[in-house]
């Protein structure tokens, strides 16, 4: 059972434009998420958190939305530039219940059109 | 250099074979992790060490076996490798922050093929 699901295997956005990656989750105990974001070849790196207790964390162009209510996080990037091309994770824990596991969801690959 | 290290980065064997993957960081974290990445599942968890003297099965164990040599050292290993093993793997360490953030910290990856 996919606990942390990302429906879109892939997004296409035109340089300068918001590229928004969505993520959904089913367990409620969930309350710490995570965006990670991989280049080929490399291993993925962190990008941005959020806390249950916030609905938004922005980190320059980058801004995580949640919402707790339909289970549901964003990922926001604007504007997109050449170099966000990647695939894109996100995670969860129940940090709250002990759990410092990550459970990931299948990866968006993004890929941002001069 | 690197925090997280793994080798080999890439490795082609047969069926029945063993195979170690090897992990070490010099982030000093307590915390270490072995995932797998396939295709349309993003990355799943097979083992996890909390420390030295801990070991855990994480969701997809079956198959795999750790050692935690050191704090510094993980390593994943395959007994009898088959082609269903095929996939990257990646280690991560964390540090151990108690209700603090979790961000995991990954290594490049290991390219396994079984064949």
């Known amino acids: 059972d996919q606990q942390v699901k990302q429906n879109s295997p892939s997004l296409s956005v035109q340089e300068g434009r918001i590229s928004i990656l969505n993520c959904d989750y089913t367990n409620s105990m969930f309350d710490y998420f995570l965006w990670y974001k991989k280049y080929p070849a490399e291993g993925p790196t962190f990008l941005i958190s959020?806390?249950?207790?916030?609905d938004k964390n922005e980190d320059g162009r980058f801004t995580v939305f949640l919402n707790k209510s339909a289970k549901h996080l964003s990922l926001h990037i604007v504007p997109s530039q050449p170099g966000d091309s990647a695939v894109y994770f996100c995670?969860?824990?129940?940090?709250?219940?002990?759990?410092?596991?990550?459970?990931f969801g299948q990866g968006t690959r993004l890929t941002i059109n001069p | 250099d690197a925090d997280v290290t793994q080798t080999p980065r890439n490795r082609i064997t047969k069926t029945g074979k063993r195979i170690m993957l090897e992990c070490s960081q010099t982030k000093g974290h307590d915390r270490m992790y072995w995932y797998r990445q396939d295709p349309g599942l993003g990355l799943r968890l097979i083992y996890y060490s909390f420390d030295v003297k801990d070991i855990n099965k994480g969701e997809i164990s079956d198959g795999y076996s750790v050692s935690r040599q050191a704090q510094a050292k993980f390593s994943l290993s395959l007994e009898s490798a088959i082609p269903n093993q095929t996939a990257l793997y990646f280690c991560a360490t964390s540090d151990l922050i108690a209700g603090g953030p979790i961000e995991q910290f990954f290594g490049p990856g290991t390219r396994l093929t079984v064949l």
């Open positions: 995670a969860a824990s129940a940090l709250g219940q002990g759990a410092q596991k990550l459970v």
């Open positions: 959020i806390s249950s207790i916030k």
